[in-house]
């Protein structure tokens, strides 16, 4: 799959890199909501290694503790949930940016959130707490695929014409609600007017009744790694009320923090 993450570290020497490692994370991510259970030779084909391999990756994930078996099928265990809150707990900006989160959250009455672009999917890293009794907004760690939450649209708008196409031909546009846009050349029209707004706002694209907004978080160099973004109730921001009121505050706090990016 095609890297988007833009300035990635240079490539390390191959020599220098354990390859089983490597391939038992392939084996882990080749789990997912739509195959939660899968068989050696499942894993196998997924991974682009032999059944045998591919089974002995699954029973050591089951011997330390990250997967069981009924001798058939293979499934993940909560000990994985370990490494990604590993990340979630030691990373920086997470840590960084609940603050201005926090305070925003206090100024607009809403949950924001802070993502990342991962392949084709917006990983959700930083959540205000709640300002209310129900909230609405993802929780860290969550992923969605891009194409149907407003943050995706503005990570894909800094991209340039090249990547975008690239990502645009690989991508799966499934359709989750008669709003999203599942169609490729109107999809293009939406991230590059994004590129031109500097945001974008998602009328229910993923979930009848909510809407999003999202602004870029770029840095000092003008380089974009993260997004921030607010869900709220469709009926609470009728029109242009959502733009109007929520926009102001997500691009103070964009702002805020481009010097510390």
């Not at 603050?99 to 990342?116: D, F, H, I, K, M």
């Not at 999917?121 to 993802?138: N, Q, T």
């Not at 993260?226 to 242009?240: F, K, M």
Request: hydrophobic share 45%.
């Amino acid at each position: 799959m095609t890297n988007f993450i833009k300035d990635a570290p240079a490539p390390i020497n191959p020599r220098l890199l354990i390859e089983g490692l490597g391939k038992g994370l392939r084996v882990i991510e080749a789990f997912t909501e739509d195959r939660p259970r899968l068989t050696a030779t499942e894993a196998g084909v997924l991974t682009g290694l032999t059944r045998t391999a591919a089974r002995r990756y699954l029973l050591s994930l089951v011997h330390y503790g990250y997967a069981d078996t009924d001798g058939k099928f293979y499934w993940l265990l909560p000990r994985v949930l370990r490494l990604g809150q590993a990340f979630l707990e030691g990373a920086r900006i997470p840590r960084m940016v609940q603050p201005y989160l926090q305070r925003a959250s206090l100024q607009c009455g809403e949950t924001l959130n802070v993502g990342a672009l991962d392949g084709h999917e917006v990983v959700y890293l930083a959540r205000s707490s709640a300002p209310r009794m129900i909230s609405i907004g993802f929780h860290p760690g969550a992923r969605v695929p891009a194409h149907v939450v407003a943050q995706g649209f503005a990570l894909l708008s800094t991209l340039d014409d090249f990547a975008l196409d690239t990502w645009i031909a690989e991508h799966d546009f499934a359709n989750f609600t008669g709003s999203t846009v599942d169609d490729p050349a109107l999809f293009k029209e939406h991230i590059l007017a994004a590129r031109s707004m500097g945001y974008w706002a998602a009328d229910q694209y993923l979930s009848f009744g909510l809407r999003g907004l999202a602004v870029a978080l770029k840095d000092r160099k003008g380089r974009c790694h993260y997004a921030l973004s607010v869900t709220v109730q469709r009926d609470a921001y009728p029109g242009d009320q959502l733009v109007a009121k929520l926009l102001p505050v997500l691009r103070e706090v964009a702002e805020t923090l481009r010097p510390i990016l």
